[in-house]
């Protein structure tokens, strides 16, 4: 039962280089979302999903971009990186829409220079 | 708007000692109220919930209630050990059309010695 997986789990770029940090789920849950972890900030929701092929923004969505082609994954891409957006980045997903009970995923901890 | 405000931290307890952390919330509507705790180097996971005015959520020796009259849900457990040292963070949920928004407070670090 692996639940929701993030890949890497670690990672550093240097200003203006791209990335996608990946989520995959495996309970076909149809809402995912994508959150930021910032010390003394707590956790900011960057963007979300309803289902296959529905995306929206959330608290802070600039900088990020995202696509949702199936249920099981929700990739989150940094087009290009700036040290504001050194942060870890949990994914989450959610079974039943309306109850607030999200999966978390480990997280991903990302470094700009 | 929506938002949650609970106690800085860190805090720091013997094993056994009696722990409160405090959250208040503003909200429009009626939102539902959850504590999720972060162990080391995991992802949060929900400690537990509680939906309407007056419910109580319970889990692994952790309470609290949802205060409408104070706007409060303050998580308690009457004796800690070591093994629940975490960051807890309160969290409110409130419908808005298809989403799923979480509010989460700052979080509150928790470091239980033996």
């Known amino acids: 039962n692996a639940g929701v997986t993030q890949t890497p789990k670690f990672q550093v770029l240097k200003t203006g280089q791209s990335m996608t940090l990946q989520c995959a789920q495996d309970?076909?849950?149809?809402?995912m979302s994508w959150y930021r972890q910032d010390p003394g900030m707590g956790l900011r929701l960057i963007h979300y999903s309803v289902g296959a092929g529905i995306t929206d923004q959330g608290e802070v969505p600039n900088g990020y971009n995202v696509s949702r082609s199936t249920t099981e994954d929700f990739p989150l891409r940094l087009l290009s990186a700036a040290p504001s957006q050194t942060s870890v980045y949990f994914c989450?997903?959610?079974?039943?829409?309306?109850?607030?009970?999200?999966?978390f995923g480990e997280g991903s901890r990302l470094t700009v220079l | 708007g929506n938002s949650v405000t609970q106690m800085e931290g860190p805090v720091t307890l013997s094993e056994e000692a009696f722990l409160t952390i405090n959250c208040t919330y503003t909200?429009?509507?009626?939102?539902?109220l959850f504590w999720y705790v972060q162990y080391p180097g995991e992802g949060l996971q929900l400690l537990l919930k509680a939906t309407k005015a007056d419910d109580k959520g319970s889990n692994k020796g952790f309470e609290a209630t949802y205060r409408k009259e104070t706007t409060s849900f303050h998580l308690e457990k009457g004796s800690v050990q070591v093994s629940d040292s975490a960051v807890y963070f309160c969290?409110?949920?409130?419908?808005?059309?298809?989403?799923?928004?979480?509010?989460f407070g700052k979080g509150t670090k928790l470091t239980v010695n033996p």
């Open positions: 969290a409110l949920s409130v419908a808005q059309g298809g989403s799923e928004k979480l509010v």
């Open positions: 309970m076909n849950h149809e809402y």
């Open positions: 989450a997903s959610i079974m039943t829409r309306g109850t607030g009970e999200l999966f």
């Open positions: 909200a429009t509507g009626y939102p539902s």
